[in-house]
């Protein structure tokens, strides 16, 4: 079966514009978090996602936001982008979304870059 | 707070020998779950290994097994027979409590095999 997919794969923004990012998971699975990967912070929590609402978000501005349609495949947003923004953003995509599933699959990440 | 540690920022090994990668993690819940995952130059986080807080015995998946030590809440991972696919980071990551796909992630550690 068809692995987590995200759009785009790379990303060259101007600082001040926004972005927005797609993330489609496996089929079936409901569950969808997002994750920012820099070399210094490392890979942080941005949110999650379950049956269209989000369950928990991490400690990023209000810049960051999310959402879940109908159909499981989420996007991310971030809106007046800074340098420090440029990051590779991952999402993981799970079946039952309970907590008691042990697979997260994650997509191929979208590198973004602002200039 | 949770938290995960890997203290070993690069790692050499030669092809065909074993290798351990060292994870300590903090966490104050009873239901937890350890995770191991690849990230190989193309960015993907690749799944190796899962150990619940609840399991008895270590996890085993192939060449890649997990030295579970609940007392000492280290998560190690050990990778037989190395072979020069290996090469890759590795990042120790930690689900706390039920209820969340949270995963909170370590600083990663480089492994290289060489001939």
């Known amino acids: 079966k068809a692995g987590v997919t995200q759009t785009p794969r790379y990303l060259i923004k101007t600082r001040g514009q926004q972005v927005t990012l797609s993330c489609s998971p496996i089929?079936?699975?409901?569950?969808v978090s997002w994750y920012q990967q820099t070399p210094g912070q490392g890979l942080q929590f941005l949110f999650e996602y379950f049956s269209e609402t989000q369950r928990n978000k991490g400690n990023f501005p209000g810049r960051f936001s999310g959402r879940q349609f109908s159909n499981s495949r989420s996007e991310m947003n971030v809106s007046t982008l800074e340098l420090g923004d440029s990051a590779l953003y991952l999402c993981?995509?799970?079946?039952?979304?309970?907590?008691?599933?042990?697979?997260?699959?994650f997509g191929s990440g979208t590198r973004l870059t602002v200039v | 707070a949770q938290k995960i540690t890997q203290t070993q920022p690069g790692m050499f090994v030669q092809e065909k020998e074993a290798v351990t990668l060292d994870c300590t993690y903090d966490t104050s819940d009873p239901s937890y779950g350890l995770f191991w995952y690849k990230q190989p130059s193309s960015g993907e986080m690749i799944f190796l290994i899962y150990?619940?807080?609840?399991?008895?015995q270590n996890a085993t998946e192939g060449r890649y097994s997990l030295n579970f030590q609940k007392a000492r809440k280290s998560a190690n991972l050990v990778i037989s027979a190395s072979q020069l696919g290996d090469s890759a980071m590795y990042f120790c990551?930690?689900?706390?409590?039920?209820?969340?796909?949270?995963?909170?992630f370590g600083t990663g550690t480089r492994l290289q095999v060489f001939p």
């Open positions: 993981a995509s799970s079946s039952s979304g309970q907590g008691y599933n042990y697979g997260y699959t």
């Open positions: 150990q619940g807080s609840y399991d008895q």
């Open positions: 990551a930690m689900r706390e409590g039920r209820g969340t796909d949270k995963l909170i």
């Open positions: 089929s079936g699975h409901r569950s």
